[in-house]
């Protein structure tokens, strides 16, 4: 049973009467236990659907109009909670104050396959992966990290794990295809271990559509933590020596390049992103790969479309280190050939500690603070990436405080057009 969140105007739905708070149990006679059999369900030319309002139980029959939305915006599936213990986890890492979400350890498959998000695959009973057949619930993102069984559980702190390898090679028997993962942590499951992982799964192609590597993030709020340390240079340096080796043989096997260093390796280790045609269809993106060069890209687009500058205007931008170098070249860009004048401020992340370096995880008292370094006049730019979908980071505040505190305006720029007045 799934409840009804809200429901669009003059949708489908809303023609066939069905209103916020109802409970949809069953569509044309299939059992809708959650937000993954409602998906799975809701296309087709009729639908009926069979609801509980109140104590009332109807069926009320849905046309549906080629060219509409059916107009149901079902309420947020309750997670499945992961039972690892990681060593890396962020949650364990997160300092109070942020959004409620962030001390939500998921590990949903449902999600995985809905949203894109990472799951272990550590906490499924066998009715969950009969459904992942019934529903062909593909692709699926897994996070291995390790394929040697002994380091993988002693990554997870969790002695009951299934081989990985075992559980990926029967999806790829049911042509379930999947993305995976492996966050690299120094003098764990790097050098042999990470060589013995990209040659166990490379094999598994095409069924395996992607292999990201991304460095371990630590924060500064981890008492009573695991020992563990940063990526050094040397150790990125490695790590891309083994996974672009590895992609080259792949591609030179299969045609395709399917196994990618994320953006961070590459920044670690001193060495320039690779070209776009590297990076195939960006399946990784959320994941921080590719993102660079994408913001670069664009950039090189819109830029002989840019006006110039008007007199006096001037803009003060808002980044975190990771992207700086990057930034601070576009903005020297801007100044020589379109005269727009600007200030850039590298924001410390004083909220997770100095050794997060990522504009997403970047709060409003982070950018607030960095505003207080700011003699600027003009509006200020902040990462999009920065905000959730309500316009707010993850300490909650939004722009709309730092404008009240500052008083200027404050943008999360689609574009870079919106570098310039309107």
């Known amino acids: 049973m799934i409840k009804v969140a809200a429901v669009e105007a003059d949708s489908d739905a809303e023609r066939a009467g069905i209103l916020p708070g109802d409970k949809i149990l069953r569509i044309n006679e299939e059992e809708v236990r959650d937000r993954l059999d409602f998906e799975f369900h809701r296309s087709g030319d009729f639908l009926e659907i069979e609801i509980m309002r109140g104590e009332q139980l109807l069926t009320l029959p849905v046309e549906r109009d080629e060219g509409q939305v059916l107009g149901i915006e079902p309420e947020v599936m309750k997670i499945h909670l992961c039972k690892n213990n990681c060593v890396f986890c962020f949650v364990h890492q997160t300092p109070k104050g942020m959004r409620k979400s962030l001390y939500v350890k998921d590990e949903d498959y449902r999600y995985s396959f ?13 009715s969950d992966w009969q459904r992942v057949l019934e529903q062909k619930l593909s692709p699926i993102y897994v996070s291995v990290h390790c394929t040697e069984p002994k380091m993988r559980a002693d990554l997870l702190k969790n002695d009951k794990l299934e081989p990985v390898m075992e559980r990926l090679a029967w999806m790829r028997k049911h042509s379930i295809q999947f993305h995976t993962q492996m966050v690299i942590i120094p003098d764990w499951n790097d050098k042999e271990y990470l060589e013995r992982s990209l040659a166990e799964l490379r094999p598994l192609y095409p069924d395996l559509l992607s292999i990201s590597v991304v460095p371990i993030g630590l924060t500064s709020h981890r008492k009573n933590l695991p020992d563990l340390r940063l990526c050094t240079r040397e150790d990125a340096l490695d790590i891309l020596e083994r996974v672009e080796r590895h992609g080259r043989q792949a591609l030179a096997e299969t045609g ?97 500690g100095s050794t ?11 950018f607030a603070r960095a505003l207080e370094r700011s003699r600027g006049k003009g509006p200020v730019l902040i990462p999009p ?17 730092l404008e009240a505190r500052f008083g200027r305006k404050v943008l999360a720029p689609n574009g870079f057009r919106e570098y310039f007045p309107a």
């Open 256 to 352: 395709e390049m399917f196994i990618f260093p994320s953006d961070e390796v590459y920044i670690l280790a001193g060495v320039e992103v690779p070209k776009a045609d590297f990076y195939g269809d960006f399946s990784q993106y959320e994941n921080g790969v590719g993102t660079i060069r994408t913001l670069v890209d664009d950039f090189a687009r819109e830029l002989p479309f840019l006006p110039k500058a008007k007199p006096g205007w001037e803009i003060t931008v808002l980044t975190a280190p990771l992207a700086s170098a990057t930034q601070q070249g576009i903005l020297d860009t801007l100044r020589t050939e379109k005269g727009l004048q600007s200030e850039m401020i590298v924001c410390e992340n004083l909220t997770f």
């Open 356 to 366: 997060v370096t990522v504009t997403g995880l970047l709060c409003g008292k982070d």
């Open 385 to 401: 990436n920065s905000l959730n979908r309500d316009s707010l980071f993850l300490d909650d505040m939004s722009p709309k405080d």
């Open 114 to 126: 809905l949203d894109g998000h990472f799951t272990t695959l550590s906490n499924m009973k066998e």
